[in-house]
């Protein structure tokens, strides 16, 4: 015999010949992983935004005349929110067109954050004096989102959406 067939003879004698075991086995494997890796995207998107905006586009299109008259006549209101958050307390500070600070306000709204509905809080304001509200609201870190209504006596309403981002909860 010659040296390379004996070689050859040694190399072919240990290898283990591939079975119907052994394609099970690769097959399983290959998509196990692919159920992971897919369970853990569906994981991921169940946990973040969902992307709606409204529930019913149709019924919130027939509703556009009505807010767009709502948003006319809080602009000629002419009032501004500005919005704080210190230790643990969020402010609204509100002002007429003229920069006067406007008391006797009722103010309640909803504190939470932009992409999940999961920490979600009704919140009421109360007057602290010159034209400022306060709520107390221990937030964590991150990104909020306020979403406020404010009503005077003769009726008036001004809705004010803000984020704004906590970056120490305990300041």
Do not use: C
Request: proline letters at 4%; glycine letters at 12%; hydrophobic letters at 45%.
């Amino acid at each position: 015999m010659r040296p390379e067939t004996e070689a050859m003879d040694a190399i072919e004698s240990n290898a283990r010949p591939f079975t119907g075991r052994k394609m099970l086995l690769s097959m399983l494997a290959f998509f196990g992983v692919i159920i992971v890796v897919n369970l853990g995207l569906l994981g991921f998107a169940l946990d973040s935004d969902n992307g709606l905006v409204v529930k019913n586009s149709y019924v919130a299109s027939q509703d556009y005349n009505r807010m767009m008259a709502k948003a006319r006549a809080q602009e000629e209101l002419g009032w501004r929110a500005a919005v704080t958050h210190r230790a643990g307390v969020v402010e609204l500070r509100f002002t007429d067109g003229a920069g006067a600070p406007l008391t006797g306000l009722e103010i309640a709204g909803r504190l939470g954050r932009p992409v999940t509905d999961r920490e979600d809080r009704p919140v009421a304001f109360r007057e602290a004096g010159s034209g400022l509200y306060r709520t107390d609201a221990a937030l964590g870190a991150g990104e909020w989102e306020l979403d406020a209504v404010a009503r005077d006596g003769a009726g008036a309403e001004f809705r004010r959406i803000v984020r704004f981002f906590v970056k120490d909860p305990g300041q």
